[in-house]
């Protein structure tokens, strides 16, 4: 397969790839800090088979980062506020940003594999995507996808029935 | 009766199984009510963790890419390398040239010489042999007609002789030819003007003209270079030797004298990448703290430039450095890959950014 060009694979999977490192760290501005990274090592290899490379690098760098940013020391601080979100109903920004907080809290306690497949099932990969990008057998995906959902669901439910005892 | 397994009813929810496949797990879930349930339920965790990871969307659009313009690459900088060339060439004709002019104690190739300046000055051919009989003196004239040199001697005749109608409109030496020595002493004494020399010759001869002596009439970088020697600090030699580094040319920002030059490693450079230094032109901004446009070149093929900074030309990335400092990292299409930083906002930053030459 041609490799595709990398200004085409951005336009394509830029916004996925921001919104899946997103999931995974929490933090957007490092989600784009990381996307871009992705995308530079894009450049220099160019891959055949881009969607399931270009997440996986991202899953693969989101492990290692932690230890990239102390070797090289220069962790940027990407300026925030640029795009003010629009503005909601104080309530109603709190009940989503509760809900957030509890989702993150869920993914959070699942062992990173299921994470993976669960957010980039999100992403809208496929189970044939999903093994290339993470290494699963195909045959493995679903049985990993229920369980995955199962543990989201039941680890979200815990999240909330603390948050209703501590108010 | 066996039943479906995770697998194939997650596989069944997704849309995953072939047509036949699903056909055959369709078909079992008629018959069997403990794969029905199992199914719902898992139908209804699928929906749920849907529901759930939608709910964590991005807090603010993504922000693009390019979010600004890059600074416009401008071609006006000083082609070193050319005009390095250029002057090699020169040097070697020059040199060539006074190589072969006779040695004092050869007076007719000099004689000749002359001579072959004014024919092609006057353009008569047929006034060579008085003219030559002129200039050769009363012991050549003396010789009879019928009677030519033993030897025409044509190493110390012709190539003088060819060499003087190139530079026809150069004047020839009044005394002594002219050593290697002399030229540079006469050089020492008399600089060339920026319309004379080398390339002025060479446009001459060809007819055409020359990009890079167009270029090397600009100056820019080599004018601020010799203000900021005249000023007194840094010394011209650090910015010589930046330029050394960068490769034959730099980047500065239009309209500032910068004060200082410096050679960092990458580790002390704010986004350099490992295993490249970095050269740093100081500035001054009006409370006078630092402004710094940090740079080096890069191969547009270096892997390791590419995996390191990720930029592509027409990119910028704006951010915070640790130390409160703000700047602006982009590459232009020159191969520089710079960094402006300085306590400065961001709009500033673009601006001067906008004026990097």
């Known amino acids: ?167 | 009766m066996l039943h479906l397994d995770d697998g194939v009813i997650a596989e069944l929810i997704d849309g995953e199984l072939d047509e036949a496949a699903r056909a055959a797990a369709t078909a079992h879930l008629a018959a069997c009510a403990e794969c029905r349930a199992r199914h719902a339920e898992t139908l209804a965790y699928s929906g749920e963790s849907d529901r759930l990871i939608a709910a964590v969307g991005l807090p603010r659009p993504v922000r693009p890419f390019r979010s600004t313009p890059a600074p416009a690459p401008l071609p006006r900088r000083i082609p070193w390398r050319t005009l390095g060339w250029a002057a090699s060439i020169v040097m070697a004709t020059g040199i060539g040239y006074y190589a072969g002019v006779p040695r004092p104690g050869s007076p007719s190739g000099v004689a000749d010489a002359r001579v072959s300046a004014n024919q092609q000055a006057t353009g008569t051919e047929a006034s060579r042999p008085s003219l030559a009989a002129e200039t050769e003196g009363p012991a050549r004239r003396n010789l009879p007609a019928q009677e030519p040199p033993a030897t025409p001697a044509p190493t110390e005749t012709e190539m003088p002789r060819q060499v003087a109608a190139k530079h026809a409109n150069q004047p020839a030496p009044a005394q002594a030819p002219l050593t290697t020595d002399a030229l540079l002493e006469r050089d020492r004494q008399q600089p060339p003007s920026p319309q004379a020399g080398a390339i002025t010759s060479a446009q001459d001869r060809s007819g055409r003209r020359d990009e890079s002596s167009e270029l090397k009439q600009e100056a820019l970088p080599g004018d601020k270079m010799l203000g900021l020697a005249a000023a007194g600090a840094p010394p011209a030699g650090s910015m010589e030797e930046a330029v050394t580094r960068l490769g034959g040319s730099i980047r500065l920002i239009d309209g500032m004298a910068p004060v200082a030059v410096r050679f960092i490693a990458s580790s002390a450079a704010p986004g350099a990448d490992a295993g490249a230094e970095t050269v740093r032109v100081v500035y001054l901004d009006p409370p006078a703290r630092e402004l710094w446009l940090d740079q080096r070149r890069i191969d547009t093929g270096d892997e390791q430039a590419g995996r390191a900074d990720g930029l592509l030309v027409g990119d910028t990335i704006t951010a915070m450095l640790a130390d409160g400092r703000r700047s602006l990292r982009w590459r232009d299409a020159g191969g520089f890959q710079l960094l402006l930083s300085g306590f400065l906002g961001a709009d500033s930053l673009q601006v001067l950014a906008r004026r990097v030459r």
Not at chain 1, 24 to 47: I, K, N, Y
Not at chain 1, 129 to 148: D, P
Request: no cysteine; glycine share 6%; proline share 5%.
């Open chain 1, 1 to 167: 397969m041609p490799a595709t060009p990398v200004e085409q694979l951005f336009e394509q999977y830029y916004e996925s790839l921001v919104r899946m490192l997103y999931r995974r760290t929490g933090d957007q501005d490092h989600a784009e800090d990381l996307a871009q990274e992705v995308f530079s090592r894009a450049l220099v290899t160019p891959p055949d088979n881009p969607r399931p490379w270009l997440f996986a690098v991202a899953l693969n760098l989101v492990r290692d980062e932690g230890r990239r940013a102390v070797r090289q020391g220069r962790r940027l601080q990407l300026l925030k506020g640029e795009m003010p979100a629009a503005s909601e109903p104080a309530d109603e920004h709190y009940q989503r940003d509760a809900d957030t907080r509890a989702v993150r809290a869920a993914l959070g306690e699942m062992r990173d594999l299921d994470r993976e497949v669960l957010l980039l099932k999100a992403e809208g990969f496929d189970y044939d995507e999903i093994a290339a990008a993470t290494g699963l057998a195909r045959s493995a995906v679903g049985t990993t996808l229920t369980r995955a959902r199962k543990r989201l669901v039941e680890g979200y439910r815990e999240q909330e029935k603390d948050r209703h005892v501590a108010s």
